[in-house]
């Protein structure tokens, strides 16, 4: 498994990650502890709420594109003409595709926005590979965003990011490096604070008190870290949470209260972090929702997605 190393930097005197060979960057673990957790195995529809074909009212098409030794593949939707138009950059839960999200970019290129879905596959030993750690160099974390914001037919100054669980954090993630160039997050269900969500205490269950202890104590084995407090520091690396002070653009998280993947109050933290800096975000909590509750039942998602709507509109509209 691929290790984050963080280098001390005695001329400025502050920590960064190091991008060499293997080392990960940003989310070293997010997609193998979103999806190494025995909890609710229900099938996911990508198109309860979306539609389940293209209208014939967009234009859609897929392309591979090549940036280094990242290879990204992106679903687009746009709607007739020339636009420009806003954009709106959509991640997939973990473990899922752009291909699963093109009823959701189908859905908002209806509603005016040319949009695209992208996922990520990295060239390891001779060949591009899917792999849980995509993001190795900086320029990896806005890559998509460059290639949307490039696009003629898309307004530079009306982007926004949507994701779902591990896309959810990729969102925030990525508006907190482009700052002002992203306009709008729309993030459900995220985990943005791994120092608190890897926390054993803070679970009532005997069982997940075990499993987060040995999840925690498997990644500091993995990260190479030489203390806790190396360690600690990588974890608020990859922690939206801590990146607060770059993520200028208006935030809407929206998250279940019966969440035990990633727990509501995660995206608490958040929210209560950028109010208290006089950012522009609100916390839509879905009375008795579960995690990917969105892609499991219709009136829950249907609440989420004009949520999600109204708040790109206004931003972006």
């Known amino acids: ?8 930097n005695v001329t400025q005197r502050r920590h960064h990650l190091s991008f060499r060979g293997n080392h990960a960057v940003y989310i070293f673990f997010i997609l193998a502890c979103f999806t190494g957790l025995p909890f609710s195995c229900q099938p996911l529809d990508h ?9 014939d009212t967009i234009i859609t098409w897929s392309e591979d594109i090549k940036r280094g030794s990242l290879l990204l593949h992106l679903e687009w939707a746009c709607p007739p003409g020339d636009g420009p138009f806003p954009g709106v950059l959509v991640h997939p839960e973990a473990g899922k595709k ?10 908002l290129a209806l509603h005016g926005y040319m949009a695209a879905a992208v996922d990520y596959r990295r060239f390891v030993r001779g060949r ?16 998509a965003f460059e290639i949307l914001h490039a696009r003629k037919e898309v307004d530079p100054n009306r982007i926004g990011v949507l994701g779902f ?5 990729f969102s925030l993630l990525i508006a907190a490096q482009v700052n002002k160039g992203i306009k709008s997050v729309v993030a459900y269900y995220p985990i943005t604070d791994f120092t608190n969500w890897l926390d054993a205490a803070h679970y009532k269950d005997a069982c997940q008190r075990f499993i987060f202890r040995q999840i925690r104590a498997y990644f500091r084995k993995q990260s190479g870290a030489s203390s806790e407090d190396e360690f600690t520091a990588m974890l608020r690396r990859a922690s939206p949470l801590f990146q607060v002070k770059t993520l200028t653009a208006s935030v809407l ?3 279940g209260d019966n969440d035990t993947t990633a727990p509501l109050e995660q995206s608490r933290l958040l929210y209560a972090r950028l109010r208290a800096l006089g950012r522009r975000v609100d916390l839509m909590i879905i009375p008795g929702a579960p995690h990917a509750f969105n892609f499991k039942n219709r009136n829950q998602a249907k609440t989420a997605w004009q949520a999600a709507l ?3 509109d206004h931003d972006l509209q």
């Open 1 to 8: 498994m691929p290790r984050i190393v963080l280098i001390h």
């Open 253 to 255: 998280l929206i998250h």
């Open 47 to 55: 198109f309860l709420i979306h539609p389940h074909t293209a209208p």
């Open 128 to 143: 591009y590979r899917e792999t849980l750690f995509p993001w190795r160099d900086e320029s990896d974390v806005t890559a």
């Open 310 to 312: 109204q708040w790109l």
């Open 98 to 107: 752009a291909r699963d999200m093109v009823g959701v970019i189908w859905d």
């Open 165 to 169: 669980s591990q896309g959810g954090v």
